[in-house]
């Protein structure tokens, strides 16, 4: 049956009633996870643990766990339409699979760093799902026995070339070793060229939330400048001097200094979030992606 009818049927409406229940539950569930783990899943390898990790409150659902519900919602609806009557055993492997992908997008934005069991959880799912997929031959989202092998290595592949090229332009490393573990997770469901795919949405959805987070910075930047250049010009006036205009231009340099010195200490970017959700998104619309990707195809 198609999306959109299942989606007016009893059955449909039944089940989407059903996904923002399990889409709650399944990111307190996260919450809770992420809070309970041990704490050296947290950190690096051979660093001790910060008292905040040790204390096991490391994530508050009222917050940024609203945002993580809507997101899981979502992806469990438009799944659900996608894999209706007949294929629960997808539904239910991408459930878990979006579960997990939210969990390691909240680690890394909150800690920059993906933990490993995360990402082998990951793989093992999608290694299931995809041999099932083999096996019985509905080949949804393989062609052939070797697309897992494939997708794993072009996923792993292109996260040490990306690695390699930041070494050699800004002489250190712009990818974790955790984001290269992932790609190679994502790449055993997703395959080829599925695992193509999802790099570059990951690519777009990263641009445009790096522009967004520039131009926020921006904005705040000169609405600062202009709150500081107000009060020292007024007292230029009165002390009928120069306004002072170069002091606020100083504090900006300076902000900008401590920014930069900062970025130089972390030499690291949070990817992960981002290929959560391009993920995400593949999982849920794969079909609509592949169609929108072969009517590309026909312009040539």
């Known amino acids: 049956m198609q999306p959109l009818p299942y989606l007016m049927t009893t059955g449909g409406l039944i089940w989407t009633a059903a996904c923002v229940l399990i889409g709650i539950v399944m990111t307190w569930l996260a919450y809770r996870i992420i809070n309970t783990i041990p704490a050296s899943w947290l950190c690096d390898y051979n660093e001790t643990p910060s008292a905040e990790l040790l204390s096991g409150q490391r994530v508050k659902y009222v917050g940024s766990g609203i945002f993580v519900s809507v997101c899981a919602v ?17 539904f239910a492997a991408f459930a878990l699979m979006i579960m997990i992908a939210l969990m390691i997008a909240v680690c ?5 760093i993906i933990p490993d069991q995360f990402t082998i959880a990951l793989a093992v799912i999608g290694l299931l799902i995809s041999i099932y997929d083999l ?19 072009i996923g792993a592949g292109a996260m040490l070339l990306i690695d390699f090229i930041g070494m050699l332009i800004y002489k250190r ?22 695992t193509i795919l999802v790099l570059i949405l990951s690519m777009i959805t990263g641009a445009v939330f790096f522009c967004g987070i520039l131009l926020i910075s921006r904005l705040r930047s000169r609405s600062s400048a202009k709150e500081d250049d107000a009060p020292a010009a007024a007292d230029a006036a009165v002390n009928n001097s120069a306004p002072a205009v170069s002091d606020a231009d100083e504090i900006s340099a300076s902000e900008t200094e401590a920014t930069s010195d900062q970025a130089d200490e972390t030499g690291y970017l949070a990817f992960g979030p981002y290929i959560a959700l391009a993920l995400m ?18 312009l040539f």
């Open 108 to 112: 890394d934005l909150k800690y920059t």
């Open 281 to 298: 998104a593949y999982l849920c619309f794969f079909d609509i992606i592949y169609y929108l990707v072969g009517l590309y195809l026909h």
């Open 74 to 90: 979502v992806g469990l609806v438009f799944c659900r339409l996608q894999f209706n009557k007949g294929y629960d055993i997808y």
């Open 173 to 194: 490393t712009g990818m974790g070793f955790g984001d290269v573990k992932l790609f190679a997770a994502i790449g055993l469901v997703t395959g080829f060229p599925g």
């Open 135 to 153: 096996v019985r031959g509905f080949h949804i989202l393989h062609i052939a026995w070797w697309s897992p092998l494939a997708g794993a290595a």
